[in-house]
Protein backbone atom coordinates (compact mmCIF):
# COMPACT_ATOMS: atom_id res chain seq x y z
CA UNK A 1 0.00 0.00 0.00
CA UNK A 2 2.51 2.45 0.77
CA UNK A 3 4.06 1.75 -2.75
CA UNK A 4 1.13 2.28 -4.40
CA UNK A 5 0.60 5.45 -2.39
CA UNK A 6 4.34 6.96 -2.85
CA UNK A 7 3.88 6.03 -6.67
CA UNK A 8 0.34 8.08 -7.28
CA UNK A 9 1.80 10.68 -4.98
CA UNK A 10 4.76 11.50 -7.45
CA UNK A 11 2.50 11.06 -10.58
CA UNK A 12 0.64 13.34 -9.13
CA UNK A 13 3.71 15.64 -8.69
CA UNK A 14 4.68 15.12 -11.90
CA UNK A 15 1.87 15.77 -13.49
CA UNK A 16 0.82 19.05 -11.82
CA UNK A 17 4.40 20.28 -12.79
CA UNK A 18 3.94 19.09 -16.54
CA UNK A 19 0.56 21.41 -16.76
CA UNK A 20 1.89 24.01 -14.74
CA UNK A 21 5.00 24.06 -17.33
CA UNK A 22 2.86 23.61 -19.86
CA UNK A 23 0.32 26.82 -19.23
CA UNK A 24 3.02 29.20 -18.06
CA UNK A 25 5.56 28.29 -20.82
CA UNK A 26 6.46 31.45 -23.11
CA UNK A 27 5.97 31.30 -27.14
CA UNK A 28 9.76 31.44 -27.80
CA UNK A 29 9.03 30.55 -31.54
CA UNK A 30 8.01 34.53 -32.08
CA UNK A 31 11.74 35.46 -31.55
CA UNK A 32 12.63 33.90 -34.68
CA UNK A 33 10.92 37.34 -36.20
CA UNK A 34 10.76 39.75 -33.54
CA UNK A 35 13.10 41.03 -31.41
CA UNK A 36 11.72 41.46 -27.59
CA UNK A 37 11.61 44.78 -26.48
CA UNK A 38 11.67 44.37 -22.88
CA UNK A 39 12.87 41.66 -20.47
CA UNK A 40 11.69 40.28 -17.25
CA UNK A 41 14.88 41.67 -16.10
CA UNK A 42 14.94 45.08 -17.46
CA UNK A 43 11.14 45.36 -15.82
CA UNK A 44 12.75 43.59 -12.55
CA UNK A 45 15.29 46.44 -12.47
CA UNK A 46 12.92 48.98 -13.07
CA UNK A 47 11.02 47.98 -10.44
CA UNK A 48 14.25 48.08 -7.62
CA UNK A 49 15.34 51.57 -9.14
CA UNK A 50 11.85 53.15 -8.26
CA UNK A 51 11.51 51.58 -4.91
CA UNK A 52 14.77 53.34 -4.18
CA UNK A 53 13.95 56.30 -6.15
CA UNK A 54 16.64 56.25 -8.65
CA UNK A 55 15.77 57.56 -11.85
CA UNK A 56 17.53 56.50 -15.28
CA UNK A 57 16.88 56.10 -18.55
CA UNK A 58 17.04 52.58 -20.31
CA UNK A 59 19.92 52.89 -22.69
CA UNK A 60 19.70 49.86 -25.14
CA UNK A 61 19.83 50.00 -29.27
CA UNK A 62 19.21 46.96 -31.07
CA UNK A 63 22.37 45.65 -33.55
CA UNK A 64 22.25 42.91 -36.26
CA UNK A 65 24.75 39.84 -35.35
CA UNK A 66 26.44 41.46 -38.59
CA UNK A 67 27.41 44.92 -36.95
CA UNK A 68 29.12 43.24 -33.47
CA UNK A 69 32.68 43.24 -33.15
CA UNK A 70 33.65 39.95 -33.68
CA UNK A 71 36.53 40.18 -30.69
CA UNK A 72 33.62 40.62 -28.55
CA UNK A 73 31.64 37.69 -29.34
CA UNK A 74 34.77 35.75 -28.87
CA UNK A 75 35.45 37.47 -25.78
CA UNK A 76 32.36 36.68 -24.18
CA UNK A 77 32.01 32.61 -25.62
CA UNK A 78 35.72 32.31 -24.08
CA UNK A 79 34.17 33.64 -20.61
CA UNK A 80 30.67 32.86 -20.36
CA UNK A 81 30.22 29.85 -22.57
CA UNK A 82 33.06 28.04 -24.62
CA UNK A 83 31.07 25.28 -25.28
CA UNK A 84 27.75 27.60 -26.81
CA UNK A 85 28.00 26.25 -30.56
CA UNK A 86 29.02 22.74 -29.68
CA UNK A 87 25.83 22.05 -26.83
CA UNK A 88 22.59 21.68 -27.41
CA UNK A 89 21.31 24.59 -24.59
CA UNK A 90 22.49 22.84 -21.67
CA UNK A 91 25.90 21.68 -20.49
CA UNK A 92 25.54 18.52 -18.73
CA UNK A 93 28.94 18.59 -17.31
CA UNK A 94 28.58 21.97 -16.07
CA UNK A 95 25.84 21.35 -14.87
CA UNK A 96 26.79 18.60 -12.53
CA UNK A 97 29.75 20.27 -11.08
CA UNK A 98 27.48 23.25 -10.23
CA UNK A 99 25.11 20.50 -8.26
CA UNK A 100 28.00 19.04 -6.85
CA UNK A 101 29.16 22.55 -5.36
CA UNK A 102 25.91 23.42 -4.31
CA UNK A 103 25.35 20.05 -2.61
CA UNK A 104 28.70 20.71 -0.36
CA UNK A 105 27.98 24.37 0.40
CA UNK A 106 24.34 23.52 0.78
CA UNK A 107 23.35 26.43 -0.94
CA UNK A 108 22.36 27.64 -4.70
CA UNK A 109 25.29 29.44 -5.30
CA UNK A 110 26.60 27.94 -8.15
CA UNK A 111 24.21 28.28 -11.69
CA UNK A 112 26.08 26.19 -13.99
CA UNK A 113 24.68 28.22 -16.97
CA UNK A 114 24.99 28.15 -20.60
CA UNK A 115 24.44 31.31 -22.40
CA UNK A 116 20.96 29.98 -23.92
CA UNK A 117 19.99 28.88 -19.85
CA UNK A 118 20.94 32.52 -18.97
CA UNK A 119 18.78 33.81 -22.11
CA UNK A 120 15.98 32.22 -20.92
CA UNK A 121 16.72 33.59 -17.39
CA UNK A 122 17.08 37.01 -18.74
CA UNK A 123 14.16 37.02 -20.90
CA UNK A 124 11.15 35.34 -18.58
CA UNK A 125 12.10 34.15 -15.36
CA UNK A 126 13.68 36.00 -11.84
CA UNK A 127 17.34 35.76 -10.69
CA UNK A 128 16.23 33.25 -8.19
CA UNK A 129 18.44 30.27 -7.27
CA UNK A 130 15.37 28.46 -6.56
CA UNK A 131 15.63 24.55 -7.87
CA UNK A 132 11.93 25.02 -9.66
CA UNK A 133 12.88 28.21 -11.63
CA UNK A 134 16.18 26.28 -13.02
CA UNK A 135 14.06 23.43 -13.62
CA UNK A 136 12.08 25.93 -15.93
CA UNK A 137 14.93 27.92 -17.30
CA UNK A 138 16.25 24.39 -18.52
CA UNK A 139 13.22 23.58 -20.44
CA UNK A 140 13.05 27.46 -21.34
CA UNK A 141 16.29 26.56 -23.10
CA UNK A 142 15.69 23.53 -24.54
CA UNK A 143 12.99 25.19 -26.24
CA UNK A 144 15.25 28.26 -27.51
CA UNK A 145 17.53 25.65 -28.91
CA UNK A 146 14.62 23.64 -31.08
CA UNK A 147 13.39 27.19 -32.40
CA UNK A 148 16.15 29.91 -33.00
CA UNK A 149 19.39 28.93 -34.85
CA UNK A 150 22.22 29.67 -32.38
CA UNK A 151 23.49 32.80 -33.93
CA UNK A 152 19.97 33.91 -33.39
CA UNK A 153 20.25 32.72 -29.84
CA UNK A 154 23.37 34.55 -29.26
CA UNK A 155 22.42 37.94 -31.18
CA UNK A 156 19.49 38.10 -28.71
CA UNK A 157 22.04 37.79 -26.20
CA UNK A 158 24.07 40.12 -26.65
CA UNK A 159 21.56 42.54 -27.34
CA UNK A 160 19.30 41.99 -23.64
CA UNK A 161 21.99 41.21 -21.21
CA UNK A 162 22.77 43.65 -18.70
CA UNK A 163 26.22 45.68 -19.03
CA UNK A 164 25.47 48.19 -16.07
CA UNK A 165 22.68 50.33 -14.57
CA UNK A 166 20.15 51.30 -17.25
CA UNK A 167 22.65 49.19 -20.05
CA UNK A 168 21.34 46.73 -21.90
CA UNK A 169 22.71 44.94 -24.80
CA UNK A 170 26.32 45.35 -26.28
CA UNK A 171 25.80 48.60 -28.46
CA UNK A 172 24.44 50.44 -25.31
CA UNK A 173 27.74 49.30 -23.56
CA UNK A 174 30.19 50.62 -26.27
CA UNK A 175 29.29 53.25 -26.47
CA UNK A 176 28.63 54.38 -22.71
CA UNK A 177 32.34 52.75 -21.45
CA UNK A 178 34.37 53.31 -24.94
CA UNK A 179 32.40 55.64 -26.98
CA UNK A 180 32.07 53.69 -29.75
CA UNK A 181 29.99 51.53 -31.91
CA UNK A 182 29.76 47.71 -31.19
CA UNK A 183 31.32 46.60 -34.29
CA UNK A 184 34.33 48.57 -33.52
CA UNK A 185 35.43 47.17 -29.97
CA UNK A 186 38.93 45.85 -29.81
CA UNK A 187 40.25 42.45 -28.36
CA UNK A 188 40.91 44.84 -25.49
CA UNK A 189 37.65 46.40 -25.13
CA UNK A 190 35.46 43.25 -25.78
CA UNK A 191 37.55 41.46 -22.88
CA UNK A 192 36.58 44.54 -20.77
CA UNK A 193 32.96 44.94 -21.32
CA UNK A 194 32.84 40.91 -20.89
CA UNK A 195 34.47 40.54 -17.38
CA UNK A 196 31.31 42.61 -16.92
CA UNK A 197 28.63 40.61 -17.19
CA UNK A 198 29.13 38.27 -14.19
CA UNK A 199 28.18 41.38 -11.57
CA UNK A 200 27.71 44.75 -14.34
CA UNK A 201 26.55 46.79 -11.45
CA UNK A 202 28.74 45.87 -8.43
CA UNK A 203 31.82 44.70 -9.84
CA UNK A 204 34.90 46.54 -7.94
CA UNK A 205 37.96 47.61 -10.58
CA UNK A 206 40.21 45.25 -9.02
CA UNK A 207 37.85 42.21 -9.79
CA UNK A 208 36.84 44.01 -12.92
CA UNK A 209 40.58 44.31 -14.00
CA UNK A 210 41.50 40.55 -12.60
CA UNK A 211 38.95 38.96 -14.75
CA UNK A 212 39.49 41.01 -17.61
CA UNK A 213 43.06 39.84 -17.78
CA UNK A 214 42.28 36.17 -17.13
CA UNK A 215 40.14 36.72 -20.59
CA UNK A 216 43.06 37.86 -22.45
CA UNK A 217 44.65 34.91 -21.02
CA UNK A 218 42.10 32.87 -22.44
CA UNK A 219 42.00 34.43 -26.25
CA UNK A 220 45.74 34.01 -26.10
CA UNK A 221 45.94 30.47 -25.11
CA UNK A 222 43.18 29.32 -28.30
CA UNK A 223 45.90 31.48 -30.25
CA UNK A 224 43.67 34.30 -30.65
CA UNK A 225 46.06 36.82 -29.58
CA UNK A 226 49.98 36.85 -29.79
CA UNK A 227 51.59 36.48 -26.11
CA UNK A 228 53.09 40.06 -27.17
CA UNK A 229 50.10 41.56 -27.41
CA UNK A 230 48.29 39.61 -24.68
CA UNK A 231 51.63 40.92 -22.28
CA UNK A 232 51.08 44.43 -23.03
CA UNK A 233 47.08 44.20 -23.49
CA UNK A 234 46.66 43.10 -19.53
CA UNK A 235 49.36 46.14 -18.60
CA UNK A 236 46.75 48.64 -19.76
CA UNK A 237 44.60 50.29 -17.16
CA UNK A 238 41.31 49.79 -16.63
CA UNK A 239 38.75 51.28 -19.88
CA UNK A 240 42.07 52.57 -21.87
CA UNK A 241 43.03 51.95 -24.73
CA UNK A 242 46.37 50.48 -26.23
CA UNK A 243 48.50 53.12 -28.26
CA UNK A 244 46.85 53.80 -31.12
CA UNK A 245 50.42 53.22 -33.06
CA UNK A 246 50.56 49.84 -31.72
CA UNK A 247 46.95 48.46 -32.24
CA UNK A 248 46.00 45.23 -30.63
CA UNK A 249 44.82 42.25 -33.54
CA UNK A 250 44.03 38.99 -33.20
CA UNK A 251 47.12 36.57 -33.93
CA UNK A 252 47.64 35.96 -37.58
CA UNK A 253 48.05 31.85 -38.42
Same mark, same amino acid.
Given at each position: ?68 ? &? ?9 ? &? ?55 ? %?VIAHQ ?25 ? %? ?14 ? &? ?40 ? &? ?23 QE
Amino acid at each position: MKRIFWSSLLATVLVSTGAYFYYTLPNVAELRQRNPKVTALMELRDEEYKKKNIRGIRQQTWVGYGAIS &DHLKKAVLVSE &DAAFFGHKGIDVNEIKAALKKDWESMSFARGGSTITMQLAKNLYLTPSKNPLRKLKE %IVIAHQLEQALSKRRIFEIYLNVVEWGRNIYG %IEAAARHYFGKSAAAL &DPLEAATLAALLPSPRNSQDRSIMNRRNLILSRLASVGYLSN &DEYQRAKQVPLYQKVEEETPLLPAQE
